[in-house]
């Protein structure tokens, strides 16, 4: 070998280092270009981000939401009819008896109102709705049913929930709340729609959805028309025939912590209608004792059903 072979090429040679010299400039110019744009370097263009439509609160949305709480409740009831729950003998409230043949009255009333409320949608220039409220279903209804029936199981370090220890008073406690609910949202729903007769057809309902909340609460809690309080301080030395306390008799989870206390109903709450949240609780509790807490509410702006939303029945 002598000292000029280093630096000897033959023509492929030469080629072969004037092709990577070009690649490698080319590369430079790409990134030397996007650098100066301010642009990333990409292959085809994507779509636009699409425009919702705009969430306008009206008499039909208002109407139509009403008619879809009816028909959850609706619902939930026919659950509750399938399942037996009713029929079951309650350990918390052992005088309570089978409600089936009340509740499927309950049925009735929740299906009219429905048909009320959509008919009023359609006078109000929108279509009817014709399934329950998505919302109140996965939020509330369905996460309870779960929670009543099969109980939580085992994730990571948490230990499994066993199933509901008086599924019979859980399901009657809900037919409670679900009558103040919709009693309370028929209520609400009278000062927000514009058309006298709307506000009429919607206090109807209003007011036999709350008759019925005190019935069911009667059924748990018989002789508690008002609260203890309230009856004293109206007519005092005056009690009520009210079990005594204001919540189940206390029980304890395995390993002896207690269990969330359930508050007893009242037939009468409140001098006027409510329309505060109302709040129910029950299932079994964790391995703390803490039980499956839920607050229902009137229907706000996420839980409208507006005309760009599609019903969609199971």
């Not at 033959?10 to 301010?38: E, M, W, Y």
């Not at 699409?50 to 609160?57: G, I, R």
């Not at 929740?110 to 709705?129: I, M, R, Y």
């Not at 839920?294 to 996420?302: A, H, V």
Request: glycine share 8%; with cysteine.
């Amino acid at each position: 070998m002598n000292e000029n072979e280093n630096t000897t090429y033959d023509r492929r040679g030469l080629f072969r280092i004037g092709g990577l010299t070009l690649a490698a400039g080319a590369i430079v110019a790409a990134c030397a270009d996007n650098t100066i744009a301010g642009d990333i370097g990409r292959v085809g263009t994507g779509a636009t981000t699409p425009k919702l439509p705009d969430p306008v609160v009206n008499n039909n949305v208002l109407l139509r939401t009403s008619a879809s709480i009816e028909l959850s409740i609706v619902s939930a009831y026919q659950t509750m009819l399938k399942k037996g729950w009713l029929a079951q003998k309650s350990a918390t409230f052992p005088n309570m008896g089978d409600q089936t043949a009340l509740v499927t009255s309950f049925v009735d009333h929740h299906t009219k109102a429905a048909e009320t409320f959509n008919q009023l949608a359609k006078e109000a220039g929108g279509d009817p709705w014709t399934c329950g409220n998505p919302r109140l279903d996965s939020a509330f209804l369905t996460p309870i049913f779960e929670r009543v029936e099969k109980g939580v199981p085992a994730t990571g370090d948490a230990k499994a929930i066993p199933p509901s220890d008086d599924p019979a008073r859980d399901m009657m406690n809900l037919v409670y709340t679900l009558e103040a609910l919709s009693a309370a949202s028929s209520q609400a729903l009278m000062t927000q729609v514009t058309e006298s007769s709307f506000r009429a057809e919607s206090m109807r309902v209003a007011v036999r959805s709350a008759r019925q909340s005190a019935l069911a609460s009667l059924k748990m809690n018989p002789g508690a028309y008002v609260a203890a309080a309230d009856a004293a301080a109206a007519q005092p030395g005056v009690t009520t025939t009210a079990p005594s306390g204001d919540t189940v008799p206390p029980a304890t989870v395995a390993g002896g912590a207690p269990l969330t206390e359930i508050p007893l109903t009242i037939a009468n709450p409140t001098q006027y209608g409510a329309l505060s949240g109302i709040t129910w609780i029950g299932g079994m509790g964790d391995e703390n004792g803490v039980r499956l807490k839920l607050i229902f509410e009137t229907p706000s702006l996420n839980s409208f059903t507006y005309p760009f939303n599609s019903c969609s029945k199971a």
